[in-house]
């Protein structure tokens, strides 16, 4: 059975459902996958004739129940109401309401197994804060939301796949996040994602440093040689292919980052900047969850809204991950099985000899 994904339409007032529309356009998503959209059909509507002609027609099937998806159809399941006011291209605290209606309804479905996968439209940071949403950004919501304390934030494209230390983090905090303890964790689950998720062997990871220079050997940092580099010995010695830590800045602009599987960086900008340079087309995929979940690697870009030009490209990049992930999810699990492990066979089928493999 093709897998029913889950596809929160983020802030109404950004681009969310621009990309959506456009990216569900394509008839190749539907031989791959049943998707479905958590929002709201007039909203959606009222966005569509935005759009060219082609899209003011658009029919939805809405259901109540991901049970009900229909194969081939675009599946909406409403999770506010129809007279949620829209200021498309504006922040509006109804408008994070409304994201976050999305975004709880979709994990409640996620979790109860009724949808394999999740991808995330763009959401406001602000304006979705409330009781229920205190955190920093979809990445550290999904992982309170399914009960881990470990995460990975990682954004991935054809150049390159890029993992954080630190998320959403501000400057002056970084230096204070950096611990031997927290880098081994991060090289920990990436080394296990791109083994479980990308189906590598003996994944290279590059570690990258902290300081400018790699921190000269203590002239203008000591995070490297306290820290850093004792993380990345103690994760070789337990088997990772793991190198660094290299000075960002030479790291890229020499273009060493070809020669590895994948970069870890200590902070935001450190590692998305070359990441966005390179394509603004990625994937922002949480890694070290038992859940699948991708997005865009783009905000709700206001400025953008009800234009008519907005590149769907990552969010179909983002649905097409979802659907290969659990593919390779899937043939991991089939690849580790034990081939010695026979199972019994019922017992009047058992013969009165020993089992004799090559007999």
């Given at each position: ?26 008839p190749?998503?539907?031989?791959i996958?049943?998707?479905?959209v ?36 675009l ?13 498309i ?23 109860a197994?009724?949808v ?17 949403f ?38 002056t905090k ?40 790699a ?8 995070e ?9 010995k ?5 088997g ?11 790291f ?31 994937i ?24 008519n ?15 290969d ?5 899937a ?8 081939p010695l492990v ?18």
């Amino acid at each position: 059975m093709k897998p029913i994904i889950a596809i929160t339409a983020g802030d109404i007032n950004g681009v969310g459902y621009e990309i959506i529309l456009k990216g569900l356009l394509d008839p190749h998503i539907c031989e791959i996958c049943r998707p479905i959209v958590y929002g709201n059909a007039k909203i959606a509507r009222e966005h569509a004739h935005t759009l060219s002609e082609e899209y003011h027609n658009m029919q939805f099937n809405l259901i109540d129940d991901p049970a009900q998806v229909k194969d081939g159809r675009l599946n909406l399941i409403t999770c506010y109401p129809d007279n949620t006011p829209l200021n498309i291209g504006t922040s509006t605290p109804e408008a994070g309401k409304a994201a976050l209606a999305s975004l709880e309804r979709a994990c409640a479905d996620l979790k109860a197994g009724k949808v394999a996968a999740l991808v995330t439209a763009p959401i406001n940071k602000e304006n979705i804060q409330s009781d229920k949403f205190t955190f920093t950004g979809h990445t550290e919501y999904l992982t309170h939301y399914f009960g881990s304390d470990k995460s990975l934030m990682m954004m991935v494209s054809h150049a390159m796949r890029i993992a954080l230390v630190c998320n959403h983090t501000p400057i002056t905090k970084v230096a204070s996040m950096i611990t031997k303890e927290r880098i081994l964790d991060k090289l920990n689950i990436l080394n296990a994602t791109l083994k479980q998720d990308f189906m590598l062997t003996r994944p290279r990871i590059a570690v990258l440093a902290l300081n400018p220079h790699a921190g000269d050997n203590g002239l203008i940092g000591k995070e490297e040689q306290d820290i850093i580099l004792p993380a990345i010995k103690e994760a070789a010695d337990s088997g990772l292919q793991v190198y660094g830590p290299y000075s960002a800045d030479g790291f890229f602009g020499a273009g060493k980052y070809v020669h590895f599987d994948a970069v870890l960086a200590m902070y935001h900008d450190q590692g998305l900047i070359p990441f966005k340079s390179l394509d603004m087309n990625g994937i922002n995929f949480t890694a070290g969850l038992d859940i699948v979940r991708t997005s865009p690697d783009h905000g709700t870009a206001y400025d953008l809204a009800g234009k008519n030009t907005a590149n769907p490209q990552s969010f179909s990049h983002a649905l097409y991950m979802a659907v290969d992930i659990l593919a390779t999810r899937a043939k991991s699990k089939e690849i580790s099985a034990d081939p010695l492990v026979i199972k019994p066979r019922p017992e009047r089928e058992r013969p009165d000899r020993p089992f004799l493999p090559f007999a």
